[in-house]
């Protein structure tokens, strides 16, 4: 939760209209859902990578966070489990599987109702996912064009607040 309120709050920080678990943001292709997103973001920036499906534009851009991930198997039940030397060798592995199932709980879902979906997904060790990464930075640069402020440090400000709360 924590870490969530802070996303909300830089995403704020940063120009967009941010709202915590939305309610009935699924309804229209899923009236049954109860699935909220930790974040709805309702002015996104136009144009990123992530908002575009096919070539319509959303309006809504909706977070969810993925509590922190371990590269190390076993790590969240406390049995561990042998890895292999090339799975230790790559990079991201255990946010990948992350991003890839939050994307296969929400991205249908959203797409059905007309918004876009980003997995928020940290690993333990401080790595930021690709996806989740692009979006910080690319808030970064709007925020430093609209503030007059250098998009490094403007980036590094968010990185050192995230950081202080995971």
């Known amino acids: ?19 915590r678990e939305e309610l009935h943001v699924f309804k ?5 859902s109860n699935k909220r997103p930790d ?3 309702i002015n996104p920036f136009p144009g990123d990578n992530f908002m575009q499906q096919g070539h319509q534009h959303h309006n809504k851009l909706v977070l969810d966070f993925q509590k922190m991930t371990s ?21 991201e592995r255990a946010a990948s599987k992350s991003f890839a199932g939050k994307n296969s709980k929400y991205k249908l879902l959203a797409n059905n109702n007309g918004i876009s979906f980003l997995p ?16 910080l930075k690319r808030c970064a640069e709007h925020t430093a064009e609209v503030k007059k402020i250098k998009p490094g440090i403007v980036y590094g400000y968010m990185l050192n607040r995230l950081s202080s709360v995971t």
């Open 71 to 91: 590269p190390v198997p076993g790590s969240q039940t406390g049995v561990f489990s042998h890895m292999t030397t090339p799975a230790s060798r790559q990079v």
């Open 120 to 135: 928020i997904i940290f690993e333990s060790t401080g790595r930021i996912e690709t996806h989740a990464a692009k979006f």
């Open 39 to 41: 974040i709805s973001l």
């Open 28 to 32: 229209a292709a899923a009236p049954d």
């Open 1 to 19: 939760d924590t870490i969530v309120h802070e996303l909300c709050a830089l995403s704020t920080y940063c120009g967009l209209w941010a709202k």
